[in-house]
């Protein structure tokens, strides 16, 4: 009781309030303006919240990554262009819908199915907190040494199709984190006798450039898009209360949302395939699936809203991210010094549980405000797209600016910009860069203190927790060799045929 008054008292400052309403408004209003997304607004936003308290940060940064996939969806539904790219299934659906007619009744259908998997996924979370807090002290050294590696096996098995790539730009990502001075020797590494390397590339620079600078360059580079703005005739409230009657789909899409939201490196992708297949396979109309299939768009939005608190998981008990936008995340904890992992369950609580509920209120309130507001938010369809690339580049490069008041930075978010460029033309991952520059600083410093008390090589693996996390390692490669080779003979029985 004594925690959850803490927790309360902690929501209810006005600073925490001002951020949950900026987050759940923001969030919507990014994700409806197709082009920008979460990584480009978190990426720009990231280092304001540097000079804040955490919890506020935090706070504001939970709530655009949520509430954008919220917003998300309007684009999505009504001119067909995703408004984030996880929205990007939910064209499947809700796209044929409106041409039917039946544009509100999607949008309803689709943000009742978000708030039915976000809330799903913040239940879970607060049944599990009594868990974490006791699991959580069981991780020394050693084991998220072993987590942070299981984290790299799964963005890289997380790319099926391109693995290969995804483990060369991980590596990549490995290496920036060891550019700079060494933390224990004070030695030099990959300086090259620059001065300007001395101190590192910054995680934050990396970031701005990949996501932001590079969104904007893409979309300055491009075409307006020309069409007249939609116009909504008919309830979209219906349309929420109507996900009680796909219950069942809503449910087992928030479950595989919450699941696949915990194990890092997955995120939203799989668990929408998960949802979508299985809505697919248990429907009595699974011929309306891609044609306008309430079922299909209900599975779709529910997967994808449960990620981001179930996300939280791996970050708050091992400071493990999942993904690229927890991975952003961590570096508020870190520029705080509160250091996400055991330690922050056990002497922290009150924190956890403020979390949690703003988690909560979070998915409220971005409800409330698509309720109330989606027929103006659809003005912002009109917003030019060349506009909105030359505000996401000024606004990027003030923001890399202000870190370190150094205009090398933002030639390096520059570089890293027309990386991003070519990856996304070249339709190759940026995630697995961030990722392990993220994990690989884990894996250094955890490596290290485990270090003295080895003796040999099972050494790592003498303790229960270390040994069910390097069985799920093992687990995962053999299942990704069975599947590589499942594929490899599939296309060798097909040459062989043809």
């Not at 759940?24 to 936003?45: F, K, M, R, T």
């Not at 939203?268 to 891609?290: H, K, N, W």
């Not at 797209?385 to 600016?401: C, T």
């Amino acid at each position: 009781m004594d925690t959850l008054l803490a927790a309360l008292a902690i929501v209810t400052r006005w600073d925490v309030i001002a951020a949950l309403l900026a987050g759940s408004i923001g969030g919507v209003l990014i994700g409806a303006i197709p082009g920008v997304g979460p990584p480009v607004a978190i990426a720009i936003l990231l280092p304001a919240t540097f000079g804040w308290d955490p919890i506020v940060g935090l706070t504001l940064l939970l709530g655009i990554y949520g509430s954008s996939l919220y917003g998300g969806a309007i684009p999505s539904i009504l001119i067909n262009t995703p408004g984030t790219a996880v929205n990007a299934l939910t064209t499947y659906d809700g796209y044929p819908m409106t041409k039917a007619g039946q544009g509100p009744r999607a949008l309803g259908l689709a943000f009742g199915a978000s708030f039915w998997g976000g809330m799903f996924s913040v239940g879970c979370l607060i049944l599990l907190a009594p868990v974490l807090a006791r699991v959580a002290p069981m991780f020394g050294s050693r084991e998220i040494f072993l987590a942070a590696v299981l984290g790299c096996v799964m963005v890289v098995v997380a790319h099926r199709g391109q693995a290969l790539a995804a483990g060369a730009l991980l590596f990549f990502g490995l290496f920036l984190n060891t550019v700079g001075m060494e933390p224990n020797t004070y030695s030099m590494r990959f300086t090259f006798g620059q001065g300007w390397l001395t101190q590192g590339i910054d995680l934050i620079v990396v970031v701005s450039g990949l996501f932001a600078v590079s969104q904007g360059l893409i979309l300055l580079a491009g075409r307006d898009r020309v069409g007249p703005v939609p116009t909504l005739n008919g309830s979209i409230g219906a349309g929420v209360r109507e996900v009680f009657a796909h219950k069942r789909v809503a449910t087992a899409g928030a479950a595989s949302g919450t699941v696949m939201g915990i194990i890092p490196g997955v995120g939203e992708f799989v668990s929408q395939f998960l949802s979508y297949s299985y809505a697919r396979a248990s429907s009595r109309r699974p011929d309306l699936f891609g044609k306008g299939s309430p079922e299909g768009l209900v599975a779709s939005e529910s997967a994808n809203n449960s990620v981001p608190p179930a996300a939280m998981v791996p970050l708050l008990a091992l400071g493990i991210p999942g993904e690229e936008l927890t991975a952003m995340m961590l570096s508020v904890f870190y520029v705080h010094n509160v250091i996400p992992g055991p330690g922050l369950f056990r002497d922290h609580m009150d924190f956890i549980a403020a979390l949690y509920i703003c988690l909560a209120l979070l998915n409220v309130l971005a409800l409330a405000v698509l309720l109330i507001g989606t027929r103006p938010l659809l003005k912002v369809l009109a917003i030019p797209e060349r506009f909105l690339g030359l505000l996401i580049l000024i606004l990027s490069f003030v923001g890399v600016y202000t870190l370190r008041n150094s205009a090398v930075d933002c030639l390096t978010a520059g570089a890293f910009a027309l990386l991003g460029v070519v990856l996304k033309r070249l339709n190759l991952p940026t995630v697995p860069i961030i990722l392990g520059m993220v994990l690989g600083g884990i894996i250094e410093a955890k490596f290290r203190t485990s270090l003295p008390r080895i003796r040999s090589v099972w050494d790592w693996i003498d303790r229960p927790v270390a040994q069910v996390v390097f069985g799920m390692i093992c687990v995962v490669l053999l299942l990704h060799v069975l599947a590589l080779w499942r594929d490899w003979r599939g296309k060798k029985n097909g040459s062989i045929q043809h």
